[in-house]
T-cell receptor, first 111, second 120 residues
């Protein structure tokens, strides 16, 4: 089993739709969780951190479920510019020195 | 403040050649790392460093060497290039210590623009 698993997609949804994807992790001692966004042929960039109590950043909501070991990302009112690959990232280790990336979920928003 | 820079952007090598991918950051970050990204496999950690003079292996270190003589620079050396090393390589940096919850950006990893390497 991979340490961090994501549905590769692609998710193809119309503009304005709500879309959600999950990411599961295998190490129950994992400490920190993030969603990164990667545009085609570009470097990954931080989208948002994921906090235990859940957090929102505009149209984006991230949730953490430690009991079931998954994190989720919800995008409301999707825009064409949201088309990208979304990477789930998990930090492990006493000083978070081990960083594990999921293979990414591709999202395509159509007009 | 240039962030993380990588050179070259593109490179084509023949099997058996050696080369060095350069990475530099000007944010005084302690932690630097190298990843390779292949289709369908996400980013895999090659080597990382938690400070000048300290390096360690990641998930896929074979065929690569690193050194960290300064805080700013973290070059990746391919000793004898093989077609299996055809990939996109990203360098990244961040502050070493885990941040406090709610302090945005403290744990953020900053990536360079990548080097696209083809080995023939």
């Amino acid at each position: 089993r991979k340490e961090v698993e994501q549905d590769p997609g692609p998710f193809n949804v119309p503009e304005g739709a709500t879309v959600a994807f999950n990411c599961t992790y295998s190490n129950s001692a994992s400490q920190s969780f993030f969603w990164y966004r990667q545009d085609c042929r570009k470097e990954p960039k931080l989208l948002m951190s994921v906090y235990s109590s859940g957090n929102e950043d505009g149209r984006f909501t991230a949730q953490l479920n430690r009991a079931s070991q998954y994190i989720s990302l919800l995008i409301r009112d999707s825009k064409l510019s949201d088309s990208a690959t979304y990477l789930c990232v998990v930090f492990e280790g006493s000083s978070a020195s081990k960083i594990i990336f999921g293979s990414g979920t591709r999202l395509s928003i159509r007009p | 403040n240039a962030g993380v820079t990588q050179t070259p952007k593109f490179q084509v090598l023949k099997t058996g050649q050696s080369m060095t991918l350069q990475c530099a950051q000007d944010m005084n970050h302690e932690y630097m790392s190298w990843y390779r990204q292949d289709p369908g496999m996400g980013l895999r950690l090659i080597h990382y460093s938690v400070g000048a003079g300290i390096t360690d292996q990641g998930e896929v270190p074979n065929g690569y060497n690193v050194s960290r003589s300064t805080t700013e620079d973290f070059p990746l050396r391919l000793l004898s290039a093989a077609p299996s090393q055809t990939s996109v390589y990203f360098c990244a940096s961040r502050l070493q210590k885990p941040g406090l919850a709610g302090v945005r950006g403290y744990n953020e990893q900053f990536f360079g623009p990548g080097t696209r390497l083809t080995v023939l």
